[in-house]
């Protein structure tokens, strides 16, 4: 990983860059009937959500909900029935789904409206201020899009955001600085309230997986987070372009915030692609392909992708929890222990990021660098 000297002299990381793309949000705005052809999907690739997917069967199962008040409202409920079932219930959900949606989660509901606010209007920011926050050709954080290494490469039906918020000393300051104040105001809350949402769940996931809670902690007290805004402007060919190519994401866990009522998120459950209807109130969480390291393997990072459609906008905001930098990336040693066999392998968490950064999106295949058999007994 490449660092280098800012002008206000304290050291950022580089975690990756991106071909610097046009902004689909403006394309959108042209009257146009046909979408580009570095937009248009492959048939398989844009059909595989349509011809399967079935919302209205009342056999398609839909994503758990997680109450989170049942876990972390008070010290003594942990004895108590409706603690277990609930924590029953998450465990069940982070093994066999890899997503849930939480309730009750605790976050105030007016600083959510505010940020809200303020990202979509700064996503309706003129062209020429957004110009200012755009990626620059050796880092990819600021508007675009991610993962974009060829000329050739398909490209994704919607604008983002991205930005790294945590710990402070991977921050770059030029970018935040360029943040409209209200907005750097607000995503600071944001990234505070998420941070604490994050280690909150995560606990609970140590109780869960009876992984040494300690462990736990130390590995994620000082996690790097980073925030992508999305933005998905209608589509005159939904039919023939994704807004999201299908991914894991690569952190710990994802808190997904669905900012208006727009349908698009579709998650991999047993081969078939099941949409999560944004629920008012709620956050989606998902495990990324750290926790599936971390986890030993007993928690599955799921493969979603994001579909576009030709009336409605859509936008999300997914914040991202990893490790502390600095760390080896690998199973955790309490569960190592316990399983008698590490399922993955262990790298520098810069490697790791590098490696991810580095690559078109391609589902899970990343995660399958990290895999081994290493028998310990
Ligand atoms: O917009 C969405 O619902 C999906 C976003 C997502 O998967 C991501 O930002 O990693
Ligand atoms: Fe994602």
Redesign the pocket.
């Known amino acids: 990983m490449e660092t280098h000297k800012e002008e206000d002299d304290h050291e950022t990381v580089n975690f990756g860059r991106s071909l610097i793309v046009p902004s689909v949000q403006e394309l959108a705005k042209q009257p146009l009937t046909k979408i580009p052809l570095r937009y248009v999907r492959q048939f398989h690739e844009s059909h595989s959500l349509s011809d399967d997917d079935d919302d209205d069967d009342p056999l398609t199962p839909s994503v758990p909900i997680i109450d989170l008040s049942n876990l972390l409202e008070t010290d003594s409920a942990e004895s108590s029935s409706t603690y277990s079932i609930e924590l029953n219930k998450l465990h069940t959900a982070s093994k066999q789904w890899g997503f849930f949606q939480v309730i009750n989660h605790g976050i105030n509901e007016s600083l959510l409206e505010d940020f809200k606010r303020e990202v979509l209007n700064f996503f309706k920011l003129p062209m020429e201020e957004k110009q200012k926050l755009w990626q620059e050709e050796d880092n990819h954080e600021g508007f675009g899009q991610l993962f974009v290494v060829s000329e050739e490469q398909k490209l994704d039906w919607s604008d983002m955001f991205y930005i790294t918020t945590l710990p402070h000393n991977l921050r770059k300051s030029q970018l935040f600085q360029k943040l409209p104040l209200i907005l750097r105001d607000k995503l600071e809350d944001y990234s505070k309230e998420m941070r604490k949402l994050a280690m909150a769940i995560l606990g609970q996931m140590a109780k869960a997986l009876e992984m040494d809670g300690d462990e736990m902690r130390e590995l994620f007290h000082d996690g790097v987070q980073s925030i992508?805004m999305?933005y998905y402007p209608p589509c005159p060919e939904p039919e023939l372009a994704l807004?999201?190519s299908p991914?894991s994401?690569a952190d710990a866990l994802?808190i997904?915030y669905?900012l208006n009522e727009t349908e698009?998120?579709r998650i991999r459950k047993d081969g078939k692609w099941v949409a999560i209807k944004p629920l008012p109130h709620a956050l989606v969480v998902n495990i990324g392909d750290i926790m599936e390291i971390v986890s030993n393997g007993v928690y599955k990072s799921i493969e979603?992708q994001?579909t576009v459609n030709s009336n409605n906008e859509r936008f999300?905001v997914?914040t991202f929890y990893s490790s502390n930098m600095g760390t080896e990336l690998g199973p955790a040693r309490s569960l190592v222990a316990k399983h008698k066999v590490a399922n993955f392998r262990r790298v520098p968490l810069e490697e790791y990021f590098k490696g991810f950064f580095a690559q078109k999106l391609n589902g899970k295949s990343y995660l399958d660098f990290m895999k081994c058999q290493e028998n310990i007994t």
């Open positions: 992508r999305n807004g999201f991914h994401d994802t997904l669905q698009g998120l979603h994001a999300s997914a």
